[in-house]
């Protein structure tokens, strides 16, 4: 395997909930609380999970977009959350995100040529006509005809504005693009061309991406390796065919579970999960999950399971697969 | 086989909602103009104000008396075809006045206005920008200022500075800075949240482009529209204050001021009212249209 180019230790981000007149602090939601991952150059990793686990908080953390109340961040091999934020504005160069909202995340009285134009001015590449160029250049790559330049955000559809926003990520020649659900805000006709434009571009460029999204057919199309979160952790962390094929968590399983097959002769066992998510801010003793697990155990309600390496590359956190747990159940 | 699947891709893109055969950038502003356009009476307010500009630039062609020239002679006449809007209790000619006037109250309306933008904004944009405590402070003072009844306060400001036109204009401007900064806060406080705001962040912006280049020139439109509506009421509170005599001085023809001066002779030469009153009415009224139809154009979700 390759380099690692971005690897993620402990990393925590607490919001802190406040009340009273004066705004005094009454709790903390812990958005993300303890993930760690690498990503290694030129892959994909995706990160699913269901709303509010976290996933999105993780990606804006990793950039820090929001500055993660704990934590490590290195990317390339250098500790991104001690620079300064000169420092990190200049680093932002080669590390991009891709937003959900294609209508939010353009500035709407702003011409694409500016939009695309800016992050090259900021870094100060080119100059006022090579930048023009370029700006050409990668709305070509993206897809999109060279007249678009002159014109602005709201003259363009979903999918279009999309391909917009990921030719702003890119025209900078990043390492590193976080997704942040790249493709949920688009219909499903459009979500395939995005998918497969952002496809093409990782291979011509050799780009590095951080998928997040909660459609998990989505993630495993352009993964090569795929997180699950829940509840602000990170459950369970495989290859790509290793973690659709041999899911280990029993969150994990569920998930899959729910992913609709299109052979309707083709019996499907489904776990259904009973409950809701539990709140954030008061996240369940012990596992996350054990309030919702079917195989809970009573040792999930106690200890935090540490997510370790289970077999070669696949990670859990999860009692089931502690060596000491199993020989105790077997012994029931 | 790459450029096949270039093309792929591609095709689907000129959808076909939009028929692109010319390439027209359309920006938001020109789409509100004409959406302007459509609004009928933002047109009428709008000639109504054009008219009494050029009225106020063409003053002095058009008038046939001068400004203060008395005639005891023709004292309170009736509007005839050598006085249109007849004279005053000392004869002078009240169509002169007015049209005089009109360069007053206009003129007092666009300073007030651009100063109370002015600072306004500024101190909004730094409130909004900076929040924590810095908010607070400039929050509270608007509040303060907003808690008084706005003539009162500017009646409170003249009475210190003492009772001129220029005072006066100084006092609309500051009643009405804490206008333009709440709007102006709040509009910014919401464009901090906005996703292309924190794209910009994710470019490597620094914060002081982010703050040109992206939050101001998104919160421009209210400003806008604040403006026009603000420009009628500073021209009706200087005819406020003109009228209690805190404003312009007699032989001044601000309207506020005819109209006082011209109180007691409301019943035997009614015109000496009539025409002050309803020029003021009537540029209030075109300003407030032109307001209303902007905000209609700039702000289509205020739209019902």
Same mark, same amino acid.
């Given at each position: 395997m390759s380099k690692p180019l971005l690897e993620v230790k402990g990393l925590k981000k607490y919001f802190d909930v406040t009340g009273g007149v004066f705004s005094k602090k009454v709790g903390e939601v812990k958005a993300v609380d303890d993930v760690s991952f690498t990503v290694y150059e030129k892959e994909v990793l995706g990160i699913v999970g269901e709303s509010g686990c976290g996933k999105s908080t993780t990606g804006k953390a990793l950039l820090r977009l929001t500055e993660p109340t704990e934590g490590e961040v290195k990317f390339a091999g250098k500790d991104i959350i001690s620079l300064s934020d000169e420092e990190m504005r200049k680093m932002r160069r080669d590390m991009q995100i891709i937003?959900?909202?294609?209508?939010?995340?353009?500035?709407?009285?702003?011409?694409?040529?500016?939009?695309?134009?800016?992050?090259?001015?900021?870094?100060?590449?080119?100059?006022?006509?090579?930048?023009?160029?370029?700006?050409?250049r990668i709305l070509e790559i993206v897809g999109l005809p060279g007249e678009a330049a002159q014109r602005y955000p709201h003259q363009f559809s979903g999918g279009q504005r999309q391909r917009i926003g990921i030719a702003r990520a890119l025209i900078v020649n990043p390492k590193l693009i976080v997704c942040d659900e790249p493709v949920s805000a688009l219909d499903v006709s459009i979500q395939s061309q995005i998918l497969n434009l952002m496809e093409d571009l990782q291979e011509e460029f050799?780009?590095?991406?951080?998928?997040?999204?909660?459609?998990?057919?989505?993630?495993?199309?352009?993964?090569d390796r795929v997180g699950v979160m829940y509840l602000g952790r990170m459950v369970e962390l495989a290859d790509n065919e290793e973690l659709y094929e041999n899911p280990m968590h029993p969150y994990t399983r569920s998930l899959l579970s729910a992913v609709p097959d299109p052979d309707p002769d083709k019996i499907t066992e489904r776990v259904i999960l009973e409950g809701d998510v539990p709140s954030p801010s008061n996240p369940p003793s012990g596992c996350a999950f054990h309030t919702r697990c079917p195989e809970a155990m009573d040792i999930c309600k106690q200890v935090r399971p540490e997510f370790t390496e289970k077999s070669v590359n696949h990670f859990v956190a999860c009692h089931l697969y502690d060596d000491d747990v199993k020989d105790r159940s077997q012994i029931k | 086989m790459e450029t096949v699947k270039k093309q792929e891709t591609k095709?689907?893109?000129?959808?076909?909602?939009?028929?692109?055969?010319?390439?027209?950038?359309?920006?938001?502003?020109?789409?509100?103009?004409?959406?302007?356009?459509?609004?009928? &009476? =933002? #047109?009428?307010?709008?000639?109504?104000?054009?008219?009494?500009?050029?009225? %106020?630039?063409? $003053?002095?062609? /058009?008038t046939t008396h001068t400004v203060s020239g008395m005639n005891a002679a023709d004292r309170l006449t009736g509007p005839s075809s050598d006085y249109w809007f007849g004279t005053d209790y000392s004869g002078r000619d009240i169509f002169t006045r007015i049209v005089y006037g009109a360069q007053i109250s206009l003129i007092v309306g666009f300073f007030a206005v651009t100063g109370a933008m002015f600072f306004g904004s500024l101190l909004g944009i730094v409130a909004g920008y900076y929040g924590r405590w810095v908010d607070?402070?400039?929050?509270?003072?608007?509040?303060?200022?907003?808690?008084?009844?706005?003539?009162? &306060? =500017? #009646?409170?400001?003249?009475?210190?500075?003492?009772?001129?036109?220029?005072? %006066?204009?100084? $006092?609309?401007? /500051?009643?009405?800075?804490?206008?333009?900064?709440?709007?102006?806060?709040?509009?910014?406080?919401?464009?901090?949240?906005e996703e292309y705001i924190l794209a910009a962040k994710a470019q490597g912006m620094k914060s002081s482009r982010i703050l040109i280049h992206h939050v101001l020139p998104n919160s421009t439109a209210p400003i806008i529209v604040q403006a026009t509506l603000g420009f009628g009421v500073a021209i009706l509170e200087a005819a406020a204050l003109g009228f209690l005599g805190l404003?312009?001085?007699?032989?001044?023809?601000?309207?506020?001021?005819?109209?006082?001066?011209?109180?007691?002779?409301?019943?035997?030469?009614?015109?000496?009212?009539?025409?002050?009153g309803l020029s003021i009415m009537l540029v209030v009224l075109g300003f407030n249209m032109i307001g209303d139809g902007l905000r209609d154009a700039l702000d289509p979700k205020m739209k019902s």
């Open positions: 937003f959900q909202d294609p209508y939010a995340s353009l500035n709407p009285r702003h011409k694409i040529e500016k939009i695309l134009g800016e992050p090259l001015l900021v870094h100060g590449i080119g100059s006022k006509k090579e930048r023009r160029e370029k700006v050409e050799g780009l590095t991406y951080v998928f997040i999204a909660h459609d998990l057919s989505v993630v495993r199309h352009i993964s | 095709q689907p893109m000129q959808g076909p909602e939009k028929p692109q055969k010319k390439v027209e950038s359309i920006s938001p502003w020109k789409e509100a103009y004409w959406q302007l356009r459509k609004n009928k &009476l =933002a #047109i009428v307010g709008l000639c109504i104000v054009l008219f009494f500009i050029l009225i %106020a630039a063409l $003053a002095p062609f /058009i607070m402070l400039i929050s509270r003072v608007f509040d303060i200022m907003l808690a008084f009844p706005s003539i009162l &306060l =500017a #009646i409170a400001i003249v009475a210190m500075l003492g009772p001129s036109l220029q005072n %006066a204009l100084i $006092a609309i401007a /500051i009643i009405n800075i804490p206008i333009f900064g709440r709007l102006v806060r709040s509009k910014v406080i919401s464009i901090r949240q404003g312009a001085q007699a032989p001044t023809p601000e309207w506020g001021r005819m109209l006082s001066d011209s109180r007691q002779y409301i019943q035997s030469a009614p015109w000496t009212v009539l025409f002050p």
